[in-house]
């Protein structure tokens, strides 16, 4: 323990390095040249001083030394020749051998420097290291700068400042002797303890921010973070393999833990090392650009027809840019509208960003992680923490519409056309959801860089690569949550799943109403009882508690949260309300009385959904399986039935409160169509920008939950989709659907003619 302890201590920062060779009693210094004084210390902390960035951006060595020298100097430590391999070498080391060997032995007595070569690893891996080992002892810079990219220990880990990413651009940077690359690795390391030794527990506790997630190296993490991991950077001559660097940090960790409290596991996984790479783009990638760069000329070339209003097919302008805007910015209610039911979407869709972006932060550094997760352990944190709730009414409107539509084709006609529908649903999600697939898949992963890169971008292609005709088959949500592409889609699935069987389900209660109706509410019961169930018997949790697994929020959302039979209960409770409107006129009076109740329950439900579970979010919460169970079971049905209750009593006429008219606002009919590409598009804005992250930041709660930036780019692509792909397929389907009616009027008036 007493090296350990030694180990935090003597990992100062760098700069102060240079600062105690600058003031060493005869030293020379190694960059100066003939014309170059010796550095005094002040002459340091002015360079220091105008470091003017932000808390993550820090000042490497490297950029010191390149500030603070002259050409001649700079010229000198730079490669100027790709084929004289001396060049990578420091050229005053046989000038100044013995003052640069005492120099470099303090630095790395002082701040010792990771080894890639030791332990049982590739004879090219310890060759290439050796080299690198030479080379720091000289002070070559490519060398120096290898050794600076590489984290160190920092302060504030008690503040849970554990994730260090190093410097990715630096390392990915390096050129050194004989071909040697950088190569940047983000290893996996398991801290845990002596549990005999109760005067460590705490410690650890604060290191990993109170444990608000716990997690194994074995979790799935590319959509959920493992929190209870740390992520620590090295860079490594590219020669090394992610089992030469996992060994040799298994190796050179284990000497210092050795009589220690502390055990640490290494896990390095292959995706998670990186280097330059100069290869040009796969076909894959030029062929999907160059697809949506088509996409983007015929909506040019729709646009000009329709502005100049030319001749042209009505295909070809469905995707008139202008056209479609028009219909976007739109106030115009169509026929048969609820007009509640936009606000109620509007308010899903805002508050599932919430709860998504607070899952996306949990990826990212933070130099005061631990303060973060304290402040989050509070019961309002509920907002954030229930994020199942705001997909179900997105489902219970499903059912709504999708029984609102079909009653009233039936009691106009008597029958329904189900191959229409399904075309219809087809031509609604597919074309925006192919868009995605085929953006995220093969164009995305080539738009940036970054530490975790690899994991939340690159691995989530990876798997759509093998698996994306699952989503086009709307089964992707059979096949696991940690294998899914695009796993935020498990919510088409769903409902593609259950409108499916909406025309038999719609059409028994149109026929028989009350059979129908029996057994609907049946399955509704028997839905709920199946998500009292498995959460019960199998420990799962559809509330993220404080202190939560990661394996046991895969296994929720694999046993529960995305299968269609337990998501039953609200579409159900939409099939109600649909039907309900369809057969109350709009001038039916309910006796007030009977209002009054209707708002008390269904409110006490609502914020007994919303606000009952917020104990578990509490940073001392013990888990308890009734409290799980009560909370799957119920909380979908207490967070959708006032929103149903409202539609019903907004659209009969029954209410003009405040609360309906607020939902009733006609701005609202703008987000509605946008709701889908919104859903879509969040999640790839998250992923990108947790990959690009490369330092550890401060946590503010509102700067982090309130990016303006990251809110405008999701508004900006989902309009953007929204004009190239939902809106046109929406056009062309309304354009088939009117050439069908009229073609099957014609036959109908022809067979009639010839009757008569």
């Not at 700079?74 to 051998?97: L, P």
């Amino acid at each position: 323990m007493e090296r350990l302890v030694v180990t935090l201590i003597v990992a100062l920062k760098l700069s102060f390095f240079v600062i105690l060779v600058s003031a060493t009693p005869k030293t020379v210094d190694i960059i100066k040249s003939s014309n170059l004084n010796g550095l005094k210390d002040e002459e340091i902390l002015e360079v220091l001083s105008q470091n003017k960035t932000g808390i993550s951006d820090n000042f490497t060595l490297a950029e010191l030394i390149d500030h603070i020298g002259n050409n001649t100097v700079n010229e000198v430590w730079r490669r100027n020749d790709e084929n004289d391999t001396d060049s990578y070498t420091n050229s005053f080391y046989a000038q100044f051998t013995e003052e640069i060997d005492r120099e470099s032995r303090h630095l790395l007595d002082f701040v010792p420097a990771y080894q890639p070569g030791t332990g049982p690893v590739s004879a090219e891996c310890r060759r290439e290291s050796e080299i690198f080992k030479q080379e720091l002892q000289k002070f070559s810079l490519w060398a120096l700068k290898m050794f600076d990219a590489t984290a160190k220990i920092p302060s504030g880990i008690l503040n849970g400042n554990v994730n260090q990413f190093g410097d990715f651009d630096e390392c990915m940077g390096v050129q050194g002797n004989e071909g040697i690359q950088g190569q940047y690795c983000l290893a996996y390391l398991k801290l845990d303890i002596d549990e005999s030794r109760p005067d460590l527990k705490h410690i650890h506790k604060l290191l990993h921010a109170h444990y608000a997630f716990k997690s194994n190296l074995t979790d799935p993490g590319h959509r959920v973070p493992r929190f209870g991991t740390v992520n620590w950077a090295v860079c490594t001559p590219a020669s090394c393999s992610p089992q030469d660097v996992e060994a040799s940090l298994r190796h050179t960790l284990a000497k210092h833990t050795a009589r220690t409290g502390l055990k640490i596991t290494v896990k390095v996984d292959a995706e998670m090392c990186q280097k330059k790479v100069k290869e040009s783009y796969p076909t894959e990638t030029k062929i999907a650009s160059a697809f949506f760069l088509g996409v983007i000329a015929l909506a040019m070339l729709a646009t000009v027809y329709d502005h100049l209003g030319l001749v042209a097919s009505e295909y070809l302008l469905s995707f008139s840019l202008k056209k479609n805007f028009k219909k976007l910015v739109s106030l115009e209610r169509g026929e048969g509208d609820i007009a509640a039911l936009h606000g109620v979407r509007a308010l899903n869709a805002m508050m599932l960003i919430i709860a998504h972006k607070s899952m996306a932060l949990f990826f990212n550094p933070y130099v005061n992680r631990t303060e973060m997760t304290e402040y989050l352990g509070k019961p309002w944190t509920v907002i954030g923490r229930a994020a199942s709730l705001y997909t179900d009414p997105f489902i219970m409107l499903s059912g709504l519409l999708t029984t609102y539509s079909f009653i009233g084709r039936l009691n106009r006609t008597g029958k329904l056309d189900v191959k229409s529908e399904y075309l219809s649903r087809l031509l609604r999600l597919v074309p925006t959801l192919g868009a995605l697939v085929l953006f995220c898949t093969y164009v995305m992963p080539f738009m940036g860089s970054g530490p975790q890169w690899n994991l939340v971008v690159t691995h989530h292609a990876d798997i759509c690569k093998k698996t994306w005709w699952r989503n086009f088959l709307f089964i992707h949500n059979y096949f696991g949550f940690e294998n899914m592409c695009l796993t935020h889609t498990h919510h088409l699935g769903i409902d593609t799943q259950l409108f499916a069987v909406s025309p038999v389900i719609v059409l028994l209660l149109w026929k028989k109403p009350k059979f129908g109706a029996f057994l609907l509410a049946s399955l509704a019961v028997f839905s709920t009882i199946l998500r009292y169930n498995v959460t019960y018997d199998r420990q799962l949790n559809n509330y993220v508690f404080f202190g939560t697994s990661i394996k046991q929020l895969f296994d929720t959302a694999n046993h529960s949260y995305i299968l269609p039979t337990h998501r039953l209960t609200v579409y159900i409770i939409g099939i109600f309300t649909g039907y309900l409107l369809r057969n109350f006129p709009k001038n039916y009076k309910l006796n007030p009385v009977f209002i009054k109740a209707g708002w008390v329950v269904s409110t006490l439900m609502f914020i007994g959904a919303f606000v009952g579970p917020a104990t578990m979010g509490s940073i001392n919460y013990v888990y308890n399986p009734t409290h799980a169970a009560i909370y799957n079971a119920f909380s979908p049905i207490g967070w959708c039935i006032l929103f149903a209750w409202m539609a019903f009593l907004s659209h009969t006429g029954n209410s003009n409160g405040i609360l309906t008219r607020m939902f009733a606002w006609r701005g609202f009919l703008i987000c509605t169509r946008l709701s889908y590409a919104i859903y879509l598009t969040q999640f790839p804005v998250f992923f990108y920008n947790v990959g690009m992250t490369r330092s550890a930041e401060y946590y503010g709660f509102l700067r982090m939950m309130l990016n303006i930036r990251e809110l405008i780019w999701i508004v900006v692509t989902s309009i953007i989709l929204t004009l190239l792909f939902d809106t046109p397929f929406q056009n062309i389907k309304n354009y088939l659907l009117r050439k069908s009616k009229a073609s099957a009027i014609e036959s109908s008036q022809n067979e009639k003619s010839k009757g008569e």
